[in-house]
């Protein structure tokens, strides 16, 4: 069954900088494309980036420069750096696997607040 | 890259068939076909309902449909249930390895 389980939500300061960890289980993450998408309080969704299974990444030009895409193939996990937060990047971080997004985690939330 | 646009809400009574829009433009929806839709319930993460324009992944109910026409993409709930109350999002591949969300639709099952 395939499972993805977000962590290293929480409580930081403008300018802060906060690692999500995406553990995986049922697949290989270095086999498949993964994303991070995120939902700010009461809106929309928003994708965030993408890492292919070759390695290459990308991001959204709101978050580029800032936010780091990467993966730990021996831990099956997928991870986001953030640096340089700001307030307008509180939201539910999900990751999300697959060209489609067709599975989900239960999303993990980021506060930038001082 | 702007949002695809999504009517704010819907509704419809049991029984009854409800569509839903995603305007995009020549740059994603209109060029390629790989439209997906979502279904989030209050709390939870998305679920995929639809993904290339009209496909169907295993376990979701056949009363979900997808179309395309130009920049517009379209889902049909059919037989609407008190289940399917829920906000739905469209996406689109844009190019360049990037995607974008509909602003989204809530739906309401009167």
């Known amino acids: 069954e395939v499972q993805l389980v977000e962590s290293g939500g929480g409580l930081v300061q403008p300018g802060g900088s906060l690692r999500l960890s995406c553990a995986a289980s049922g697949f290989t993450v270095s086999s498949n494309y993964m994303s991070w998408v995120r939902q700010a309080p009461g809106k929309g969704l928003e994708w965030v980036s993408v890492i292919y299974s070759g390695g290459s990444t990308y991001y959204a030009d709101s978050v580029k420069g800032r936010f780091t895409i990467s993966r730990h193939n021996s831990k099956n996990t997928l991870y986001l750096q953030m640096n340089s937060l700001r307030a307008e990047d509180t939201a539910v971080y999900y990751c999300?696997?697959?060209?489609?997004?067709?599975?989900w985690g239960q999303g993990t939330l980021v506060t930038v607040s001082s | 890259q702007s949002a695809l646009t999504q009517p704010p809400s819907a509704s419809g009574s049991p029984g009854q068939s409800l569509t839903i829009s995603c305007t995009g433009t020549s740059s994603d929806v209109g060029v390629y076909n790989s439209v997906s839709w979502y279904q989030q319930h209050p709390g939870k993460a998305p679920k995929l309902m639809i993904y290339?324009?009209?496909k169907r992944p295993s376990g979701v109910p056949d009363r979900f449909s997808g179309s395309k026409s130009g920049n517009t993409a379209s889902l049909t709930v059919s037989g609407l249930q008190a289940e399917d109350e829920a906000d739905y999002y469209c996406?689109?591949?844009?190019?360049?390895?990037?995607?974008?969300f509909g602003t989204g639709t809530k739906v309401t099952v009167l």
């Open positions: 999300a696997r697959d060209f489609d997004l067709g599975y």
């Open positions: 996406s689109s591949y844009a190019g360049s390895s990037r995607w974008v």
């Open positions: 290339d324009v009209s």
